[in-house]
């Protein structure tokens, strides 16, 4: 199979290859709404949110902007917010 120049061939695979230039979005967590249930951790798409002293934070070293914490946060804790550049 022939890719072009640029793209990502497995899941996960930005984790070697820093992609939080190409983000327009941002995940902005409510620490105080979030219930540690860890659904955004599981379903992250680049294994880039994690828990840092107890609160999960996104690497954003390697957090795209998709949006896919966000929409499977059971308590709306994660809003997705346009980042400034
Ligand atoms: S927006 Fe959320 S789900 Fe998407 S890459 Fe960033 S931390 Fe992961
Ligand atoms: S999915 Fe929402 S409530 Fe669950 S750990 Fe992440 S931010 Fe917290």
């Not at 890719?3 to 327009?24: D, I, Y």
């Not at 999960?56 to 308590?75: H, S």
Request: aromatic share 6%; glycine share 8%.
């Amino acid at each position: 199979m022939k890719l072009s120049l640029g793209a990502m061939a497995e899941p996960g695979s930005t984790r070697v290859t820093k992609t939080g230039a190409w983000r327009t979005f941002v995940p902005q967590v409510d620490h105080e709404a979030c219930i540690k249930c860890s659904l955004c951790e599981i379903y992250c798409p680049e294994a880039c949110i994690h828990q840092v002293e107890g609160l999960f934070v996104p690497d954003l070293d390697y957090c795209k902007g998709c949006g896919v914490c966000a929409n499977e946060c059971p308590r709306n804790a994660i809003e997705m917010i346009l980042e400034e550049k």
